[in-house]
């Protein structure tokens, strides 16, 4: 997957996880790339459609998030710092939807407001309300 990419996005043409599994190597398994929040992404804003459909949301992927499309769906997310995916019966359940599983520089209830303001800038810009 991109670095970078506008949502809606099909998961399933990713990162493989031998390549997240690389890239957590070569950047000695570094916490700080994590994103912070919930997910395994960074919003980035929203960009609108030019064609009238619904904004996309830019992100920033987590660079240790992977999608395996030998998977079903709903099973196929990964993560190389836990080395565990979405498919195994010990494994993650939620990382096909870049749902953070590995709780680093994952919120505390203090930061929760701070989210819910980001959260409220971005609808504000998606609806085009001041």
Not at 8 to 17: A, R
Not at 58 to 82: F, M, N, T, W
Not at 116 to 127: I, P
Request: proline residues 7%; charged residues 35%.
């Amino acid at each position: 997957m991109k670095d970078t990419v506008d949502t809606p996005v099909d998961l399933t043409e990713g990162t493989l996880p031998k390549d997240a599994d690389a890239r957590f190597e070569e950047l000695n398994g570094s916490c700080v790339v994590i994103p912070k929040g919930h997910y395994c992404y960074t919003a980035l804003g929203f960009k609108r459609d030019e064609a009238g459909g619904p904004p996309r949301m830019r992100i920033k992927a987590c660079p240790y998030h992977a999608v395996d499309p030998d998977q079903p769906e709903q099973r196929s997310g990964y993560c190389a710092k836990l080395k565990a995916g979405d498919w195994e019966e010990e494994g993650t359940r939620l990382l096909w939807d870049m749902t953070k599983e590995c709780d680093v520089n994952y919120p505390d209830w203090e930061e929760d407001d701070e989210l819910e303001a980001d959260l409220q800038k971005l609808r504000t810009e998606v609806s085009g309300e001041t």
